[in-house]
């Protein structure tokens, strides 16, 4: 079986998705992409780019693959002489409906953001088949469609998201979680407290280091970790923290290959989320599968992730939770290193999704 997989935003784990399935699949995957940057424009124009490459090869697929950054309705519109009879599916790693946008966005200022949200709602309506990352994403997904639709002012089509919901399942994202495995290190002396996310708004930065200055504060003694990609806008945070907890600080900045991030991660303790926005959590999941002790927010994914039996000692509800939890765990840090919850996220491994995927874009075809 061949499968055309269409990203117009390959980087982060985007890249590493389309990569990891192309690598561990059984079927003849070919991947068309556009680099990962400007996304807005990806979402605009990148159909046209994406839709050209394609009519210019000799590839001829059984499956057409998009992610949600594509403008399905154009690219299928400008390779319909191609495309008419294929099948095709749209996997959603995010979407632009259910994203917590920054109020200093110019698009917000100037309220024009809907229009990105509009992009994944026909797309989601063309496709064949719609897979979202997680149920959680599913049901914001489509709970924050028919707000979408009530926004306009006639001709609401609510009756579109049934439609789009019949055609819908759970498809959870596949990893390369065993490369993980050969760069096992000793954890730290000291208790290591990790960030691993990308340093944006939507991760919550604030809440995160207000529970960490109140541990300084408060004399608990930590050591801190801050790892992710950053880009030329950072919250202003970043910068203060960097002054603010120096005495704790044992890296602080992105990591430029793989073997230095994996090790930080076997290396830290704990891992506190306080973000606005996870579709999935991925770098959580690298994180937990590392052996690091995960203290969640009681919503967004997070409890999807977590078996209910994990619940009470690792979600929490505000940040007062948050704080007694993470204070907690570095005061009894040497139980907390003897707790192993890694084997529950061994399911996400490519060894283990791989058949699913394939199983599931075979029977789309037959």
Partial sequence: MKILLVEPYFSGSHKSWAEGYKSFSTHNVKIISLPGQFWKWRMHGGAISLAKQFMEMNFSPDLILATDML??????????????????????????????WSNLDRDVIEKRDHHYGFINLSSALVADNVLFNSKYHHDSFHHESIKLLKHFPDNNELDIVEKIKKKSRILYLGMDLAKFDKHKTQKKENPLILWNHRWEYDKNPEAFFKCLYKLNNNNVKFDLAVLGQSFNKNPNIFDEIKYQLKDNIVHFGFCENFSEYAKWLWKADLLPITNN??????????????????????RLTYPELLPEELHNKHLYNNENELYDKVKNCILNINEIRKTKIRDVFKKYDWTTMCPVYDKLFSSIIN
Avoid: M, W
């Fill in 71 to 100: 403008d399905l309705t154009t690219f299928l519109s400008l390779t319909k002489s191609r495309t008419a009879k294929i099948p095709n599916a749209l996997y959603f790693h995010e979407n632009q409906l259910s994203y917590p």
């Fill in 277 to 298: 926005q996870d579709f999935f959590g991925g770098s959580v999941v690298e994180s937990i599968y590392c052996d690091t002790y995960p203290i969640l927010p009681n």
